[in-house]
């Protein structure tokens, strides 16, 4: 009991950041995106290509969540964006409060796009809304196609479905229609790209989907 | 503060049915085993392809942790070993409580070993001791090879690590010496093969060392 009181009271505080942080994205008008996924499904490649195919055009900043290691900000920096390292020390989720933290870090007077990349973890952090305008889930295909019945969360309360790694879908036994079936029947407005951040297949859609979404 | 003070009493009741579980192990001369890693690593597929190769030499019996479903104690069954499902309804790791709450659905006089494959996790099931006797991580080659240095808990209180999927490693920059360096670093006794339970290519020094560890 006393567990499930402290997880509330936990909630409740990360709900008054996570509405601070809403409203200021909002203020601001940053589309501020909250990325999802199992460790390796490859969040950081997708921001990298995606970084190089729009830094151009629009404003991207990138805060990084992970236990230990600075490694993934240093990659997003070597593309020319901003990044803020989050390290948990541990902890198996970003909480709105350490976002609140990192947005001075930022010029946002001048940004379109935050990404959160949250720690690699399919189960914690889809607990934690960190007040994002939109909630991205990242699947390799590498990693199953039975995973969105077993950590149905994740899946059900996104807003896109990056399907990643199909350059690896010859070689697996990775049925993308049951995966479409399955989290459609979770949630029904999910919008899905099916995309290989390595080769940049499919990303275009993707990529005109980000520019859409900040106009 | 008080998150802090709730963690220490979870943990130390976790401790006392771990210590139980261990007790339980020592006296009925049983393996277990505690897997753990991120979610589609390949942990119920090497289950399998170790129960097709063991079962008529060793009784093995398996403990599955899910958030949701039951899909893997089917898979183990389809096999012809007894499983048990635990499904967490969300949460993120096994308690040593819910394996001594397994226990007793198995016939434990006649078992050799006891797989309790976790959650797919790879960072909240390290910190909860299961009384297991060896706990074995296991890592996808398309998970990336930064993995330990990310994750670092797990792959230091493992001590086997099953690098799996190696089928795939042609296809990915997938740095294995680096990789191996790494962990021994954080683990220097820590057991490595590298297997491929699709094609169940380096398994065989697998299964030697499961028929070794129960004698």
Known sequence: MMKIKVKKKILAKNEDFAAANQKFFKKKNIL???MISSPG??????????AKA????????????????KLDA???????LEAVQIETKGACH???EQITNSLHKFDTDNLDIIVIENIGNLVCPSDFDLGETVRVV?????????KCKKYPNSFAQADVLLINKTDLARY????????????LKLNKDLKIFEISAKTTAG???????LKKAIR
């Open 74 to 80: 240093e990659r997003i920096r070597a593309t020319g």
């Open 94 to 96: 970003l909480t709105a």
């Open 32 to 34: 501020c995106i909250n």
């Open 203 to 209: 990303m275009e859609k993707w990529f005109k989907w």
């Open 41 to 50: 499904s490859g969040k950081t490649t997708i921001l990298e290509k995606t």
């Open 54 to 69: 729009l830094k151009n055009k629009i404003n991207i900043a990138v805060i990084e969540g992970d236990l230990y290691t």
């Open 138 to 146: 990242v699947l390799s295909v590498a990693e199953g196609d039975d």
């Open 172 to 183: 697996l036994d990775f049925n993308v229609k049951m995966v479409r079936k399955d989290v």
